[in-house]
């Protein structure tokens, strides 16, 4: 089974309000990513947990706060968000982080911003 | 930094081999992946060359010379649902993958 799990799939949130995006993968999988990508362009990588600890953080804003409750799940906090971070967000996972060119992508969570 | 460079689009007919090249600059190396992406979906893994050479899965191949930071990712027997966007990715340092700009193959009858 190599499915990552993503909700919700669609979220459309004002610039006040706060949200969540969710994140599961069961192949136990110890390395966890999230990225975000603009229409026609790459991904853009935000945040890397690996074995449940922050590894690295792309120098994204604050309003963006990444978190892992367990080996499974990966959450993206989303506050004061504003317009131009509308974008799909999309989950990833890898066996470790020493097989990172091996990733599994969720379906995304495609996110406007209003 | 990182930086990778592959072409913007390539067309080809259905049944034809097309092959995508990427070539990369890097500090660190791990490795170079290759990712399909059709419109509206998630990229999906494809293949991965950590050391030179040619990997083969089914009717994909990818290629990787480190002496040359160079890559290309080899389609055969093209089908009609190959028609999506292709990125190579550069594995830095551990945790660390950037993505090209992407390549859009168009596969016609």
């Known amino acids: 089974d190599t499915e990552v799990t993503q909700t919700p799939k669609h979220l459309v949130m004002g610039m006040t309000n706060k949200k969540s995006l969710k994140c599961e993968q069961h192949m136990g999988h110890r390395a966890m990513y999230w990225y975000k990508q603009k229409a026609k362009k790459p991904p853009e990588l935000m945040f890397v947990?690996?074995?449940?600890?922050?590894?690295i953080n792309e120098s994204v804003p604050s309003r963006f706060s990444p978190e892992c409750p367990n080996s499974s799940l990966l959450n993206l906090h989303l506050h004061a968000l504003q317009p131009e971070d509308s974008a799909l967000y999309l989950c990833?996972?890898?066996?470790?982080?020493?097989?990172?060119?091996?990733?599994?992508f969720g379906p995304g969570t495609r996110l406007t911003v209003t | 930094g990182q930086s990778l460079e592959q072409p913007s689009e390539v067309t080809a007919v259905e049944g034809a081999i097309v092959q995508i090249n990427c070539t990369y600059q890097?500090?660190?190396?791990?490795?170079l992946s290759w990712y399909q992406q059709h419109d509206g979906g998630a990229p999906t893994f494809l293949s991965y060359n950590a050391l030179d050479g040619l990997e083969e899965t089914g009717r994909f191949s990818s290629f990787l010379s480190r002496s040359d930071s160079y890559g290309y990712l080899l389609l055969q027997e093209l089908q009609m649902k190959d028609s999506a966007s292709y990125f190579c990715?550069?594995?830095?340092?551990?945790?660390?993958?950037?993505f090209g700009d992407g390549t859009t193959l168009t596969v016609k009858p």
């Open positions: 990833a996972s890898s066996q470790d982080l020493g097989v990172t060119g091996e990733q599994y």
């Open positions: 990715a550069l594995g830095t340092n551990a945790g660390k993958s950037t």
């Open positions: 947990y690996s074995y449940e600890k922050l590894s």
């Open positions: 890097t500090s660190g190396f791990y490795g």
